[in-house]
């Protein structure tokens, strides 16, 4: 216990450790999961997150399920809601269990998704997680990291009353913890491309550290087995955004990446973002469930990759967007 007190105090500033697994949970404000799974054949996208929050009156957790094609959303807020201290996991009251090889939730008996994860390639062993150096600082407004970088899923769903087989769909899982979520953010994620094993994932927010305003993008790839990670200081990257398009780029040693994001028509699906102090939740995530993402990797000016998606998460996150529809650049 002498070793593990500091331990649990450096953690609960978000901030891991070198060789320390990021997907464990920190004891921070908010520890987010987010569950994507894609059916490329049957052209489906089925979602689900779940914030699990704490506040001076306990722990809660808002869980949310979305879906694609339609404009299927259903979300709660429930108590009592834990966060796994041992592995990436969670659990909210009777409505949810998830974790990197399972996902049950109940939202109704409209609203329901029974899943096992199998042939799942983790995030691999590395000193740090998606962010590099950047995990070991503590006190950043919020922290992110892929966990299951691909996987094939088995089981069912039923979404607004429509039921849905899910068996060998592409699974993804990552985890995003901190005080709370950033002003602004962009995310990205695709995988399913058409005649290539590959999976991309991008995220970036204005965070503020010791008085200043950053903007940091974070960027994997993962071609087959191989993973590849992009992340300031160790490779400079360029982020633009408008409500329908995202764009990328990224360079470190050795390699380059690509990234072009497109909006898909209609409008995208509003998801709940956790108020912590005011236990409630925002509908301010705008995310879209099947849009485009052209994704292009090089290595010493060589293409190691070159795809489209067309069934990618593209999602911005704003308390207002700017009306002019010209990219911002962060």
């Not at 955004?241 to 360079?251: E, I, K, N």
Request: hydrophobic fraction near 45%.
């Amino acid at each position: 216990m002498v070793f593990r007190r500091p331990l649990d105090a450096y953690r609960g500033t978000g901030a891991d450790p070198p060789f320390c697994d990021p997907a464990r949970a920190h004891d921070t404000a908010m520890e987010g999961y987010y569950w994507r799974v894609v059916d490329a054949e049957g052209g489906s996208v089925v979602v689900v997150l779940c914030g699990v929050c704490r506040d001076a009156a306990g722990p809660w957790a808002t869980v949310a399920l979305a879906a694609h094609p339609g404009v299927f959303t259903r979300h709660a807020l429930v108590t009592p809601a834990a966060a796994s201290r041992d592995s990436f996991g969670a659990r909210a009251a009777d409505l949810l269990r998830g974790s990197a090889d399972d996902l049950r939730v109940h939202l109704g008996e409209d609203a329901w998704v029974d899943l096992r994860l199998r042939s799942v390639l983790r995030w691999p062993g590395r000193v740090f997680g998606a962010l590099g150096p950047a995990h070991a600082v503590p006190g950043l407004g919020q922290y992110w990291h892929p966990v299951v970088l691909t996987a094939s899923a088995h089981g069912e769903a039923c979404l607004g009353g429509v039921p849905r087989r899910l068996d060998g769909a592409a699974a993804y899982a990552e985890k995003n913890w901190g005080p709370g979520f950033p002003a602004r953010w962009w995310w990205g994620h695709a995988d399913s491309f058409p005649g290539g094993d590959a999976t991309v994932a991008f995220a970036g927010g204005r965070l503020g550290l010791a008085g200043h305003v950053l903007s940091p993008t974070a960027v994997v790839v993962r071609l087959g087995t191989r993973v590849l990670r992009f992340v300031p200081p160790l490779a400079r990257l360029r982020a633009a955004a408008t409500p329908r398009t995202w764009q990328v780029r990224g360079r470190s040693l050795g390699h380059a990446v690509e990234i072009e994001g497109e909006a898909s028509k209609g409008e995208p699906h509003l998801l709940p973002v956790p108020d912590v102090a005011a236990r409630r939740v925002d509908m301010r995530s705008r995310q879209y469930l099947a849009g485009v993402v052209r994704l292009r990797v090089c290595r010493d000016g060589r293409v190691l990759f070159e795809g489209e998606s067309p069934l990618a998460g593209l999602e911005l996150g704003a308390p207002a967007i700017n009306p002019s529809g010209h990219a911002s650049v962060w």
